[in-house]
C-alpha cells in the first residue's frame, strides 16, 4: 500500500523527497507555498514585471526538472531563491539596451498616495545600485533572508553579503536624499 502524504502538513523538504519520489502533486504544492516570495524577490531583482514574470517560470521550471540536485544542505527556500535569482540575471543579461523616452511634465506628477512615492523612490534608487549590492539588499533587507541565508543563495562569503549591504544602505541614503556624500 502506497502512503499518501498529506500534502498541507508536509514541510517543504519532504515535499521535496515526495516529488522526487513520484508525487505528481508534491511540486505544485511548494510552488503554491513560494511563489508570491519568489515573485517579490523576481520583481525587486529585474525591476520589470514582465521579465520577473518570465524569470519565475522559468526558475520554477528549472526547480522541478532539477529537483533531484537539491541536496537538502540548505533549506528549499534558499535553494528556490538561488535559482529565482540565476533566473532574474539571465534575463536581464539577454535584455538589449534600450534608450531612455523622455519625461514628460504631467499636470499633477505627484501621486497623491505618499507610500506609492516612497516605494517608486526606493525601486529607482535600487536600480542604481551594483548588481551585487542590490540583491544582497533586496534578500537580506527586503526579503528577510539571514546573511548566511543570502550568502549561499549569492554563492558569495557572509563577510562579502555584510559590506555589500552596508554599501548599499550607504548609497542608498546619499541617492534618497537621506545623507550628503562622504558624511
Avoid at 526538472?65 to 540565476?86: C, D, F, K, P
Avoid at 506628477?109 to 523612490?121: K, M, T
Avoid at 551585487?132 to 549569492?154: C, F, H, K, T
Wanted: charged share 30%.
Amino acid at each position: 500500500m502506497i502512503a499518501v502524504l498529506d500534502l498541507a502538513a508536509a514541510d517543504d523538504r519532504a515535499l521535496m523527497a515526495a516529488h522526487n519520489d513520484g508525487d505528481p502533486h508534491a511540486f505544485g504544492e511548494l510552488y503554491r507555498r513560494h511563489r508570491d516570495r519568489m515573485w517579490a524577490v523576481a520583481m525587486r531583482t529585474c525591476s520589470d514585471r514582465e521579465l520577473a514574470a518570465d524569470a519565475v517560470q522559468d526558475a520554477f521550471i528549472a526547480a522541478f526538472r532539477r529537483s533531484a540536485s537539491y541536496r537538502g544542505e540548505a533549506a528549499v527556500t534558499t535553494w528556490l531563491h538561488r535559482i529565482v535569482v540565476n533566473a532574474c540575471l539571465d534575463r536581464l543579461r539577454r535584455v538589449r539596451p534600450t534608450s531612455e523616452l523622455p519625461e514628460y511634465d504631467l499636470a499633477d506628477g505627484r501621486d497623491e498616495h505618499a507610500s506609492l512615492e516612497v516605494q517608486l523612490d526606493v525601486r529607482q534608487a535600487l536600480a542604481k545600485l551594483p548588481e551585487g549590492q542590490r540583491l544582497a539588499l533586496v534578500l537580506v533587507d527586503m526579503q528577510g533572508l539571514s546573511v548566511a541565508e543570502a550568502a549561499q543563495v549569492l554563492d558569495v562569503a557572509e563577510g562579502t553579503i555584510k559590506s555589500r549591504c552596508a554599501r548599499g544602505r550607504a548609497a542608498m541614503a546619499e541617492i534618497l536624499g537621506l545623507r550628503r556624500a562622504g558624511t
